[in-house]
């Protein structure tokens, strides 16, 4: 194990709690929740791109980054207008 | 030389992120919680991108890398402010200072 996989091993372990977190609490304090799990998400990506060697992972961290936030964007927008 | 960078590079920038994790495991309110989440995206990913880019210079790594980075560094505060008009909004109705109540964080 490289010191870029030992890196993506802890930033994946830091999920487990925001996880859990998602799942209990106030509605935003959810939603704080799945913003940070997706930015850790992306990190966690180009670490693992990096310590396997691939250049297609760093592709799939970049589209992680604009997805999730289009998704988490949209899930606030709807929980300012209608909930 | 290189890797000691690069080591030093990945210990700040997974540092910032288990901190800001705990940071929202353990703060009270929503919009304490919020402040914690944008270290990440902005000095964690900025940081991370920095070490690929010092081991593999501009190759095509490194652009994706800094593209990530560059990504995370701009939409991870937009997202911030956008949910925390969304806890504004829901919590007083709006988004505007009510009556009587004052602005905080500034003289």
């Given amino acids: ?83 | 030389m290189t890797s000691v960078v690069v080591d030093v590079l990945l210990a700040v920038g997974v540092s910032v992120a288990v901190a800001a994790t705990a940071g929202v495991l353990l703060m009270r309110s929503s919009l304490d919680r919020l402040h914690y989440v944008t270290p990440v995206s902005v000095v964690s990913a900025v940081v991370v991108a920095a070490g690929v880019v010092v081991k593999e210079s501009f190759d095509a790594r490194g652009l994706k890398a800094i593209l990530v980075a560059v990504t995370l560094l701009f939409l991870g505060p937009l997202l911030t402010q956008a949910t925390a008009r969304a806890a504004r909004v829901e919590q007083h109705g709006g988004w505007r200072l009510e009556a009587g109540e004052k602005r905080r964080g500034r003289r």
């Fill in chain 1, 1 to 83: 194990m490289n010191a870029w996989l030992a890196a993506a091993a802890v930033v994946v372990a830091t999920l487990l709690p925001v996880g859990i977190f998602s799942f209990r609490g106030p509605m935003f304090d959810r939603v704080v929740g799945l913003e940070l799990a997706s930015v850790l998400g992306t990190l966690a990506l180009v670490l693992l791109a990096e310590g396997f060697d691939r250049d297609i992972y760093f592709d799939l961290a970049v589209v992680f980054a604009v997805a999730s936030f289009a998704g988490t964007l949209a899930f606030v927008r709807f929980l300012e207008r209608w909930l």
